[in-house]
T-cell receptor, first 112, second 115 residues
Framework: DQQVKQNSPSLSVQEGRISILNCDYT??????FLWYKKYPAEGPTFLIS?????DKNEDGRFTVFLNKSAKHLSLHIVPSQPGDSAVYFC???????????FGDGTTLTVKP | DTGVSQDPRHKITKRGQNVTFRCDPI?????LYWYRQTLGQGPEFLTY????????KSRLLSDRFSAERPKGSFSTLEIQRTEQGDSAMYLC?????????????FGSGTRLTVV
């Protein structure tokens, strides 16, 4: 039973355009949702997060949207840059719980 | 802040051998996590510590796996009698106690290949 799902294994966009990465979850106990970015041969790097009491969080070119009723979140990157090409993982955790549950990732390719 | 360090970066071992990995977290972080990642999948939780106490262990983790964090600083993950299915990237991460929305800091991982 995969509690966090990223249904698109890959996404390709043109430089300067918007990238939208999607994530769905099933556990309504999750309180925090996080996005990580991973380059080859490196560990994931924390990118941005959102609390379940909010529906939007923005940090520079990155915005995360949360739709609790649909149990869906998305990461928007605008404008996309070639250096954004990486694997993006969605993760979720519950308040007080130590662990995060990760999706299987979406590989983003930004073409110059 | 030197980040999270993992050693070794790569390990090739024969089936049936024991292996041990080490993780040095960020010094101010009192939580330490071990995850495993296989190709095409996201990190899968194995276990985590708060200081020296092991607070949770995945029920998917067989008895061949054991982790320690003896003084609340570095941690070791040991796999006994390795099997080919143990081949994966083993990731260590650390965080402050109330991780919440702040996320983990991951190390670069140890890639294990069992032949």
């Amino acid at each position: 039973d995969q509690q966090v799902k990223q249904n698109s294994p890959s996404l390709s966009v043109q430089e300067g355009r918007i990238s939208i990465l999607n994530c769905d979850y099933t556990n309504s106990m999750f309180d925090y949702f996080l996005w990580y970015k991973k380059y080859p041969a490196e560990g994931p790097t924390f990118l941005i997060s959102i609390s379940s009491i909010k529906d939007k969080n923005e940090d520079g070119r990155f915005t995360v949207f949360l739709n609790k009723s649909a149990k869906h979140l998305s990461l928007h990157i605008v404008p996309s840059q070639p250096g954004d090409s990486a694997v993006y993982f969605c993760a979720a955790s519950a308040e007080g719980a130590g662990k995060s549950t990760f999706g299987d990732g979406t590989t983003l390719t930004v073409k110059p | 802040d030197t980040g999270v360090s993992q050693d070794p970066r790569h390990k090739i071992t024969k089936r049936g051998q024991n292996v041990t990995f080490r993780c040095d977290p960020i010094s101010e972080h009192n939580r330490l996590y071990w995850y495993r990642q296989t190709l095409g999948q996201g990190p899968e939780f194995l276990t985590y510590f708060q200081n020296e106490a092991q607070l949770e262990k995945s029920r998917l983790l067989s008895d061949r796996f054991s982790a320690e964090r003896p003084k609340g600083s570095f941690s070791t993950l040991e796999i006994q009698r390795t099997e080919q299915g143990d081949s994966a990237m083993y990731l260590c991460a650390s965080s402050r106690r109330n991780q919440g929305s702040y996320g983990y800091t991951f190390g670069s991982g140890t890639r294990l290949t069992v032949v």
